[in-house]
């Protein structure tokens, strides 16, 4: 017989807490802006080796993934990638605060390198919809924010931070040049909107799904996926684009480029579509973090749920 699952507890309101916690930050925030960029991410990559060692369990947990998915590499490489990925964790942490100091239309140049992007951005201009999708690699925050400044409207959906302060703040920063921030709760109605105006809906889609995913393969395992994404594309029709920002030569500095594009017609032959496509867009995902694994989030829990059935 098996045992109901208890439902977590939801976390009560703490305002003055928050409120403290997000000055503190504030303030912190504008030490780290009275350097250049550059030298504050120095700085944040050291704050990332710190943080490997402290952070134990999340050390142990990115080891274990990255050892699971490479299970060629020794242990020398598996630890010094899992130091790097939490270098550029912190360091996108605080490129959050120059974003939009330093993206603008008139200097975008000098710190956006953009490849094989004409056909995604001819898909984004006919205004007929466009599902774009990212994981969490390199500056995945940046992807949304430059086709804002480019002038293209651009939708993204993501789950608000629990401090409700911080969360304002860094909406103010993802929104100034015309990024849409959806939240992720009871965002089905926005989502169907936006795709019926034909604009860019994007996603972060490499979450644990929980048990009503998709299982499909990512790095040799299978990992629960959402179904919304490919129910999107199958119900309106639409292509779904594979990018990414990609940190160059540990600077704010970023390859932005597509690495795919999956169309309906070639979803449209397949025998379960969905699952198709849930599959492809995976792979893709798994394609753009091989060139570079140190910029991907090993830490987080991709493949925390297991499918029915399988032994853990």
């Not at 804002?148 to 929104?175: H, M, Q």
């Not at 994007?202 to 299978?222: E, L, T």
């Not at 540990?250 to 579509?273: L, N, T, V």
Request: glycine share 6%; net charge positive.
């Amino acid at each position: 017989m098996n045992t109901p699952k208890k439902r977590k507890k939801k976390k009560k309101p703490h305002p003055v807490v928050d409120y403290v916690f997000y000055i503190f930050v504030r303030v912190i925030a504008l030490f780290i802006q009275m350097s250049d960029v550059n030298t504050s991410l120095r700085t944040a990559r050291f704050l990332g080796r710190c943080l490997y060692y402290i952070y134990h369990r999340g050390r142990l947990r990115a080891m274990e993934n990255l050892r699971l998915s490479y299970p060629e590499k020794s242990l020398v490489w598996l630890e010094s990638t899992t130091r790097r990925s939490f270098e550029h964790i912190v360091m996108l942490a605080f490129d959050v605060l120059y974003t939009t100091r330093l993206i603008r239309l008139s200097t975008w140049t000098k710190y956006l390198e953009f490849t094989n992007i004409s056909k995604p951005l001819q898909l984004m201009v006919q205004n007929r919809g466009v599902i774009m999708i990212t994981g969490h690699y390199g500056n995945f925050e940046i992807l949304g924010y430059a086709l804002a400044v480019l002038g293209l409207e651009s939708y993204s959906i993501a789950r608000p931070i629990d401090n409700p302060y911080i969360n304002k703040f860094l909406l103010g920063v993802r929104e100034r040049q015309g990024q849409i921030i959806i939240d992720k709760k009871g965002a089905t109605n926005d989502m169907l909107q936006i795709l019926e105006s034909g604009s860019i809906l994007s996603f972060i889609a490499d979450q644990n799904a929980g048990r009503k995913g998709v299982f499909v393969d990512f790095f040799g395992r299978k990992a629960s996926t959402y179904k919304s994404i490919g129910l999107l594309a199958m119900q309106y029709d639409l292509p779904i684009i594979v990018g990414y920002a990609r940190r160059l030569n540990d600077q704010y500095r970023f390859e932005i480029g597509c690495h795919r594009i999956i169309k309906p017609e070639d979803w449209k032959q397949q025998d379960d579509p969905l699952y198709w496509i849930t599959a492809e867009y995976t792979k893709g995902i798994e394609g753009l973090v091989r060139v570079d694994p140190e910029q991907y989030w090993w830490v987080h829990r991709r493949w925390k749920t297991r499918p029915p059935g399988e032994k853990t």
